[in-house]
């Protein structure tokens, strides 16, 4: 019976393939040289940004937390204010993301978002609000923060960590190897990327249930 | 007295800041028992014992130091042993006690959060072993994953006592501790200077603490048994661990902990599946991964135990004989009735060909070969992409939907139909083949060998059902390697034909012993088709079965007209059925769906996560059984086993409260009970026994009454006990 049973969903599957039903379900996470998939998300001031209005230029993907230690480490140090200074200094889009639903931690409406900046002196390019975690899905960001970079051809190059030291102490910021920005300067100097992926360190991304 | 900084290796080594000593300690002890005072006391002799009774008075009366409170956890330096010995070692561990709901983490935290460190501070001569984690659980955290603890933790390292301890009375112990401390909405980092003051030469063992490190030992993971045969593989996105010639019980289901952080996906089921004598776990690799990991690191849960395992992966070892079983599958293919009409004209043309298009035919034959070849890696390539959606999904979720049952139903409707010579399609798709296969380019030498394979597919899906049951419970590489086979299977008589002429007379003739066969192929996909539409009696009731069955007459009646008449106005007429029929059997999906008429002769009890918590707090042993009106395993299960005499009155007799579990259609209570023991389908039958010790007891998946009842009385016999 059960050598039946598996026959029949075999070809059950095997019809299935032929009427095109799963298609797509097996496009998951970005991969690293594979094209970033393209989203769309409001920012602060409601508009809508696409990933593909930003085509040509360098873009940072970053997944914050206000009420998050580890994101509290690199803005309290000033080492994530510094870091998009830098880029976006270099024509790099900056794109914060806040994947936290309603009434999870780390959530936050436009003006406190606002505040938050103006506070921390931030200098992203824009901030995208995702409380559905639409994004934070597409992209299986899984933690606070959790950071990618995608290059000026639309490609992802970089997935994971900030840096190699995945601890909430402060004085860990100085010393540590900074992933993103070595793959922005890699990329730009058209060397491959030698940390493409790492274990991304943090919260948990605080996703509605 | 020098003071050395000893920091263990732990699994976040990086440190940067060295935490800066203020008072010693926490308050638990008093200034004059630490040792850097007892290096103080060294000039006052006198004073000294009087201070070290003072010492061990504090020591004993406290069984240790006293915990550093701190939000949602308390943490503490703890020992086994009451006093120290020169050159003997003793063990010592920092203990966490966590608030309802808090966690704090392992060596590998998963998804999220980060592990503990501890960076030991010891007096010179002393070292500290490596911290031993025990084997954490998983602790879901949304859509993510962490590795954990919850309740409370011990972490033991070994203590490393010298030879010489002088005429010292006492030593301090002191470690820097950080952790990160989270629920599922906030995490809080956390750091606390811990001490101890151990006195020397003193064996009494201290109760409270000794039975601390007693209860964790068996958490700690052990060198895997000898016994044990380990294999890995990796292929795509999985990772494969077999373990053979295992002993131990297998319940609750084996989990593997990764040390590396980028090894698997944390929150990934882990699927397992019996082999001969042990087990096989599925993981899903991590996410992000570039190069293929050298091996599988980490721990293994099995029963009650965990073990420490390092398995190197080796490449995917690929067994012979199922693709020995695809490549003859594959040969016979061509003496299908779709198939074998095409080819044998095209193989008696070559062979009319005169000595000159010898080497030509020969080409031929290869560009045709590469042809069939080629689209059974299409084939492939479709059958991984929806086995990764199934996957994510769980097996079987394509028959939770009515709309697709009704839908497999029509195919295979048309299917039996075209067999039996009703339907004209299959003929008509041959005339495509033909028409794209005449000429001598290798374009249509190319294209034959692609027709081969589309035509095939229709009179032998039934048959290459097992072949492809196989591919499909196989890593990539093997799945690609048996449909190769069959390619190779199929194209191999034609070749051999081009390749050596004297074959030629030896092929069977064509004859009505294809029609035969071909119209005998019929009855089991019409008999599939009667199981579907039972399937969506139960989902849709009978207005399911109504619109299936109407959708199948037209269906009918559009395959009759097609094969009966070849004009136009047949073609319009068939048209219009079809669509007719689509729009019938279209009709049954966005509808609610009728809850089945269920006439149980066992009041099942319908599954909530709440409901059988309810149950098990009132100590009454529950039955689960994870069910789905399209598995049939489950039915069978279910009428010859669950639903007779005997397990009845057992269940009855012993106070089992029947609970069900219906899978029929998607519900996230019953796939993440599924997911916690392991599973991602049915059937899945759990017996608790209702006593708060007791794991779950997990039957086999094929049940006969007799197991049942046993199950049953040895349930009973321990609730008496």
């Not at chain 1, 991969?31 to 001031?45: C, H, V």
């Not at chain 2, 004073?47 to 409170?69: H, I, N």
Request: proline share 8%.
């Amino acid at each position: 019976m059960k050598v039946w049973s598996r026959v029949l969903v075999t070809a059950a599957v095997v019809a299935a393939s032929w009427f095109g039903v799963p298609r797509g379900f097996a496009a998951g996470a970005p991969r690293i040289g594979a094209p970033a998939p393209e989203f769309t998300a409001a920012d602060l001031q409601g508009h809508e940004r696409r990933l593909s209005e930003f085509k040509g230029k360098f873009v940072v993907l970053e997944w914050h937390n206000q009420g998050c230690p580890f994101v509290k480490k690199h803005y309290n140090s000033g080492n994530m204010q510094r870091l998009q200074k830098d880029l976006t200094g270099q024509g790099v889009v900056w794109l914060t993301v806040i994947s936290s639903a309603l009434g999870k931690q780390g959530y936050v409406t436009p003006d406190e978002e606002t505040k938050y900046l103006a506070e921390k002196q931030a200098a992203p390019t824009d901030v995208l609000l995702d409380p559905d975690g639409t994004l934070g899905h597409l992209y299986g960001a899984k933690t606070t923060p959790h950071m990618f970079v995608i290059d000026d051809h639309g490609v992802l190059v970089y997935d994971g960590a900030i840096d190699d030291k995945p601890t909430t102490d402060l004085a860990d910021v100085d010393g540590a190897r900074n992933y993103v920005r070595a793959a922005y300067e890699e990329t730009k100097a058209g060397k491959p990327v030698s940390v493409a992926t790492s274990a991304p360190y943090g919260c948990s991304v605080k996703y509605k249930e | 007295m020098t003071m050395r900084r000893h920091r263990a290796p732990i699994a976040n080594p990086t440190r940067l800041g060295r935490p800066e000593w203020g008072v010693l300690g926490t308050g638990s002890l008093e200034p004059g028992c630490s040792a850097q005072s007892a290096h103080g006391c060294l000039a006052q002799r006198v004073a000294r014992l009087s201070v070290a009774v003072l010492c061990l008075a504090a020591l004993v009366a406290r069984a240790g130091a006293t915990p550093v409170v701190t939000p949602h956890v308390q943490v503490e330096l703890v020992t086994d042993a009451a006093a120290i010995a020169a050159g003997h070692d003793v063990t010592i561990g920092v203990r966490f006690v966590l608030e309802d709901g808090w966690h704090v983490y392992w060596r590998n935290p998963g998804d999220s959060g980060t592990a503990p460190s501890i960076e030991w501070i010891l007096p010179a001569g002393f070292t500290a072993g490596e911290v031993q984690w025990p084997t954490p659980t998983r602790i879901a955290v949304g859509p993510l994953m962490n590795f954990g603890y919850s309740g409370a933790v011990l972490l033991p390292a070994t203590l490393h006592v010298p030879r010489d301890l002088a005429s010292r009375l006492a030593v301090g112990i002191r470690a820097q501790v950080k952790w990160l401390v989270c629920n599922p909405d906030e995490c809080i980092p956390g750091e606390a200077p811990l001490s101890l003051a151990l006195p020397v030469g003193m064996a009494a063992g201290l109760p409270g603490t000794t039975q601390l490190f007693d209860e964790v030992r068996p958490r700690l993971p052990v060198t895997a048994p000898q016994a044990w045969r380990l294999s890995a593989t990796a292929a795509g996105d999985t990772l494969t661990l077999v373990v053979l010639s295992v002993a131990e019980p297998l319940t609750p289901p084996p989990l593997f902990f990764p040390y590396s952080r980028e090894a698997i996906e944390p929150a990934a089921p882990q699927s397992f599946a019996l082999e001969r004598n042990g087990f096989r776990l599925t993981l899903q690799r991590w996410r992000q991964w570039t190069t293929t990991p050298t091996s599988i690191d980490g721990v293994l849960t099995v029963g009650a135990r965990s073990y420490a395992i390092a398995v190197p992966i080796a490449a995917p070892r690929i067994r012979v004989e199922p693709l020995a079983l695809a490549f003859v599958g594959g040969m016979l293919l061509n003496f299908m009735p779709c198939v074998f009409p095409v080819l044998a004209l095209k193989a008696l043309a070559l062979l009319g060909l005169a000595s000159e298009g010898r080497r030509r035919a020969r080409r031929h034959a290869v560009v045709y070969a590469l042809g069939v070849v080629a689209s059974f890696w299409g084939l492939a390539g479709a059958l991984l992409a929806v086995r990764a959606g199934g996957a994510q999904l769980g097996w079987g979720f394509q028959l939770q939907s009515p709309i697709f049952v009704a839908g497999l139903a029509a195919l295979f409707f048309w299917m039996a139909l075209t067999l039996l010579g009703v339907s004209s399609i299959g003929t008509s798709i041959m005339g495509v083949g033909n028409k794209l296969t005449v000429g001598d380019g290798y374009r249509s030498a190319f294209f034959t060998g692609i027709l081969a394979t589309l035509v095939a597919t229709p009179c032998t899906a039934p048959f290459m059902g097992t072949a492809l049951g196989y591919a499909l419970a196989q890593p990539p590489v093997v799945s690609l390697a048996v449909f190769t086979s069959l390619g190779l299977g199929l194209a191999l008589p034609y070749v051999a034909v081009t390749f050596v002429p004297a074959l030629g007379p030896r092929l069977p003739r064509p004859g009505p012993w294809m029609e035969t066969l071909k119209q005998l192929l019929a009855f089991p996909l019409l008999a599939t088709v009667v199981w579907l539409i039972w399937v969506a009696s139960l989902q849709g009731g009978s207005a399911a079965v109504l619109a299936i069955l109407t959708a199948l007459l037209l269906l009918g009646f559009a395959a009759w007209v097609t094969g009966r008449w070849a004009g136009g106005w047949a073609q319009v007429a068939a048209t219009v059925a079809v669509a007719g029929a689509l729009l019938v059997g279209g009709s049954i999906a966005p509808k609610a769906i009728q809850p089945p008429g269920a006439s149980e002769t066992l009041t099942w009890e319908p599954y909530s996560a709440a409901r059988l918590e309810e149950f098990l707090r009132q100590g009454r042993p529950v039955f689960v059984d994870f069910t789905a009106a399209w598995c049939v395993t489950c039915q069978v299960n279910e009428r010859l086993a669950l639903e007779t005499a005997a397990v009845m009155a057992k269940m009855r007799e012993i106070g089992v409260v029947p609970v069900r579990a219906d899978w029929t259609r998607p519900n996230p209570d019953v796939t993440r009970a599924l997911q916690q023991f392991g599973r991602d389908g049915v059937p899945l039958y759990v017996l608790y026994s209702g006593r708060q010790d007791d794991p779950p007891r997990i039957l086999p998946q094929l049940l006969t009454s007799e197991s049942v009842v046993t199950e049953l009385e040895q349930l009973g016999t321990r609730r008496r006990t």
